[in-house]
């Protein structure tokens, strides 16, 4: 009996050293908070705890992550950052900057990173020649996601052009539908006005404007009708769009409230987690006059350094999980965006996915790809504000696109 019990407490001991011996903690602060995208993110813990490390959530809820931004800098001001953060585009190289982020070099060379992720992507998640950021997945911002029993009720076409918008959501609206399901916050205001900047000026300009921040094309002809057009689509959508949330209104298409969305395909996720189907219970198109352009926005997470060394192998677990072909396929599945590298299955994706798959690749290799300013792959997170202040201003009060086009001009100039 005493042998058996020394014999237990040993076992109990060497399995307590094996765990710790083993296992490490992440702490990691996302913003993915909504039904399609909780289903996604679970993908990554799950894998992770099946390896024996654990998974301590930090969801901040806020779309586009301007909520997420605003904790992790109390954080890591209070130096207590988190193990690793959702953080995409310019802002990648800020927080290099500050000195704090781990070097992900050893796991990206072993899992041949650079071979396997295009250069587009690479490029962002580097700072002087070394990873510092993981790239999680590709996501399109500029689709339109309809509910086509709606327009087939209202006698309406899907439309490609504004002109033909206009004449559908007249025809949606006096059938007794809402034609637009909008949520009135500045990253959603910001992420229609860029798709209908590349639709009416096209990617050249969209490039000299939201890129470079060219004055001279953010005071312009081109910026004015864009601004108006923007503005037109007001007019139909709904006395309650302040405020919502961009997943609810995602819902209003799904529940066959509202007839369209304008949003990045990260909305798919919401559809997906509904139970319903493309091309028969929804249908997404090319924001009206894009198609042939690709807006994209690549998600990411930089790591903090870390003194423990578990917690250190933790990190690089996550790294070298993320890019693993069982994760990219299942949650880029759930969550409506397509596969950061190559080499995925692409059996378990539907036709949105593959159409969009196809359309990056292309843009890959003819360097058209157009990083989207909304979701912080465009510009410095200063500049990003300016002109979310601006595009909000003038969307919300009766500014006129004159004003506001030389206001982005101003604005711009004090953030840079
Ligand atoms: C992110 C997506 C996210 C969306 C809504 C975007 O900026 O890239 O992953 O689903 O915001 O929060």
């Known amino acids: 009996m005493k042998i058996f019990i020394k014999t237990a ?3 109990v001991c060497c399995g307590l050293l ?3 011996a083993f296992a490490g903690e992440v702490e990691v602060l996302h913003w993915w908070t909504s039904g399609g995208e909780a289903k996604s993110v679970a993908v990554l813990k799950n894998l992770l705890e099946k390896e024996g490390h654990t998974w301590k959530d930090m969801a901040v809820a806020g779309g586009a992550g301007e909520n997420a931004m605003t904790v992790l800098k109390t954080r890591a001001m209070a130096g207590n950052p988190p193990t690793a953060a959702q953080v995409k585009g310019p802002a990648i190289q800020e927080w290099a900057e500050e000195g704090l982020l781990a070097n992900l070099d050893e796991v990206a060379k072993k899992e041949d990173w650079d071979n396997l992720v295009p250069s587009v992507v690479t490029d962002i998640m580097k700072y002087k020649g ?3 950021a993981v790239p999680v997945n590709v996501h399109k911002i500029n689709w339109m ?3 086509p029993a ?7 076409r899907i439309p490609t052009t504004w002109e033909q918008f206009k004449t559908a959501a007249q025809k949606i609206k006096a059938a007794g539908f809402l034609p637009v399901a909008f949520g009135g916050q500045s990253w959603q205001e910001a992420t229609v006005f860029e798709s209908v900047v590349v639709g009416q000026a096209g990617p050249e300009f969209y490039k000299k404007a939201l890129v470079d921040t060219d004055p001279k094309a953010l005071n312009s002809p081109e910026m004015i009708k864009a601004l108006e057009t923007f503005k037109m689509i007001k007019n139909f959508t709904d006395k309650d769009a302040p405020g919502r949330d961009w997943n609810m209104a995602t819902a209003m298409v799904i529940k066959g409230e509202a007839a ?4 990045g395909d990260w909305a798919k996720g919401e559809f997906t987690a509904a139970g319903k189907n493309p091309g028969s219970d929804y249908v997404a198109v090319p924001v009206p006059e894009t198609a042939g352009s690709y807006l994209f926005n690549v998600d990411s997470f930089i790591m903090f350094d870390v003194k423990d060394k578990e ?3 933790a990190q690089a677990a996550m790294a070298r999980l993320i890019l693993s072909n069982t994760f990219q396929e299942v949650f880029n599945v759930n969550k409506g ?3 950061v590298k190559t080499g995925v299955s692409k059996t378990a994706f539907d036709d949105i996915a593959l159409r969009s798959m196809d359309e990056f690749a292309a843009g890959a290799a003819n360097k058209t790809l157009m990083p989207s300013m909304a979701h912080g792959m465009a510009v410095s997170p200063a500049v990003q504000g300016a002109i979310y202040d601006v595009v909000t201003k003038f969307y919300n009060s009766d500014m006129s696109a004159k004003d506001a086009a030389a206001q982005l001009v101003s604005a711009v100039a004090d953030a840079e």
């Open 337 to 339: 965006s397509i596969p």
């Open 150 to 156: 709606i327009f087939v009720k209202a006698g309406a």
């Open 18 to 20: 094996f765990s710790q």
């Open 260 to 263: 369209m969305q304008f949003m």
């Open 311 to 313: 917690a250190k192998k």
């Open 130 to 132: 070394s990873y510092v």
């Open 9 to 11: 407490a040993m076992l």
């Open 145 to 147: 996601w309809c509910n």
